[in-house]
């Protein structure tokens, strides 16, 4: 191989880097997409007062909590859970298989599962800056 093709073989490793990089980033986007679309179908049951969808969009482990603190059913117990109306998502960090929804007045945090993304707490405040936030709804 000649030095002139072994110089240009070289400067092409670091494009390649972060060309493959910015692939990467194009997978977080559809992830942080679909992120939204739980969290926003977690609002659109909340506001119609549809229990059961509530319920089917939590995590496991958070509907199991839900359960547990009021010894009923999710159905039964969701609404007693003081989570308020968040309104539309206006943005979502995803990291790794955890995301954050912010919406116009709550908080939900969003994990991914096989069968998609499930909100892992909601009705979510900051308590104060720097310090963890405060949850109507989580997981344990």
Not at 57 to 82: F, H, N
Not at 102 to 112: G, I, K
């Amino acid at each position: 191989m000649s030095r002139q093709r072994r110089r240009i073989t070289r400067g092409l490793v670091p494009v390649c880097a972060i060309l493959a990089g910015l692939a990467g980033c194009g997978g977080a986007g559809d992830r942080g997409s679909a992120a939204s679309a739980a969290a926003a179908g977690f609002e659109r049951s909340l506001a119609r007062g549809d229990q059961e969808a509530m319920c089917s969009a939590l995590a496991p482990e958070t509907l199991g909590e839900v359960e547990v603190a009021e010894k009923k059913t999710c159905a039964e117990a969701i609404d007693s859970q003081g989570v308020p109306a968040g309104g539309p998502v206006r943005d979502v960090d995803v990291y790794g298989r955890q995301a954050r929804a912010v919406l116009a007045a709550d908080t939900l945090f969003l994990s991914e599962f096989p069968d998609g993304w499930k909100v892992v707490a909601a009705g979510c405040r900051p308590d104060r800056p720097g310090r963890p936030y405060r949850c109507a709804v989580k997981g344990g």
